[in-house]
């Protein structure tokens, strides 16, 4: 696999409850792809793309390392990216 949904691998990374919350986080526009707003859910991610996500009160930065299959504990979920706050400054 050398590619994967947006919200798919939001879900799987556990940056969200659901699959649709996902979908609506992108749809609002609450997410950035490296740099550039991301509106469509189905648009897909590669590893070494940086996702900007507006969450409630903070903003989150995970660079994109891998995919998975289906969803798993915090664990396997903190395996499918690098976390870049605080790496910059």
């Given at each position: 696999m050398d590619h994967q949904r947006i919200d798919k691998w939001l879900w799987h990374?556990?940056?969200?409850?659901t699959r649709s919350d996902a979908a609506a986080?992108?749809?609002?526009?609450h997410v950035r792809l490296n740099g550039a707003r991301e509106?469509?859910?189905?648009?897909?991610?590669?590893?070494?793309?940086?996702?900007?996500?507006?969450?409630?009160?903070?903003?989150?930065?995970?660079k994109v390392v891998t995919f998975a299959e289906r969803r798993g504990?915090?664990?396997t979920a903190h395996a499918l990216y690098d976390d870049l706050q605080g790496l910059s400054g």
């Amino acid at each position: 696999m050398d590619h994967q949904r947006i919200d798919k691998w939001l879900w799987h990374a556990r940056v969200v409850r659901t699959r649709s919350d996902a979908a609506a986080l992108v749809a609002k526009g609450h997410v950035r792809l490296n740099g550039a707003r991301e509106t469509s859910p189905g648009h897909g991610v590669k590893p070494g793309d940086v996702l900007t996500i507006a969450l409630d009160a903070r903003v989150r930065v995970l660079k994109v390392v891998t995919f998975a299959e289906r969803r798993g504990d915090a664990q396997t979920a903190h395996a499918l990216y690098d976390d870049l706050q605080g790496l910059s400054g």
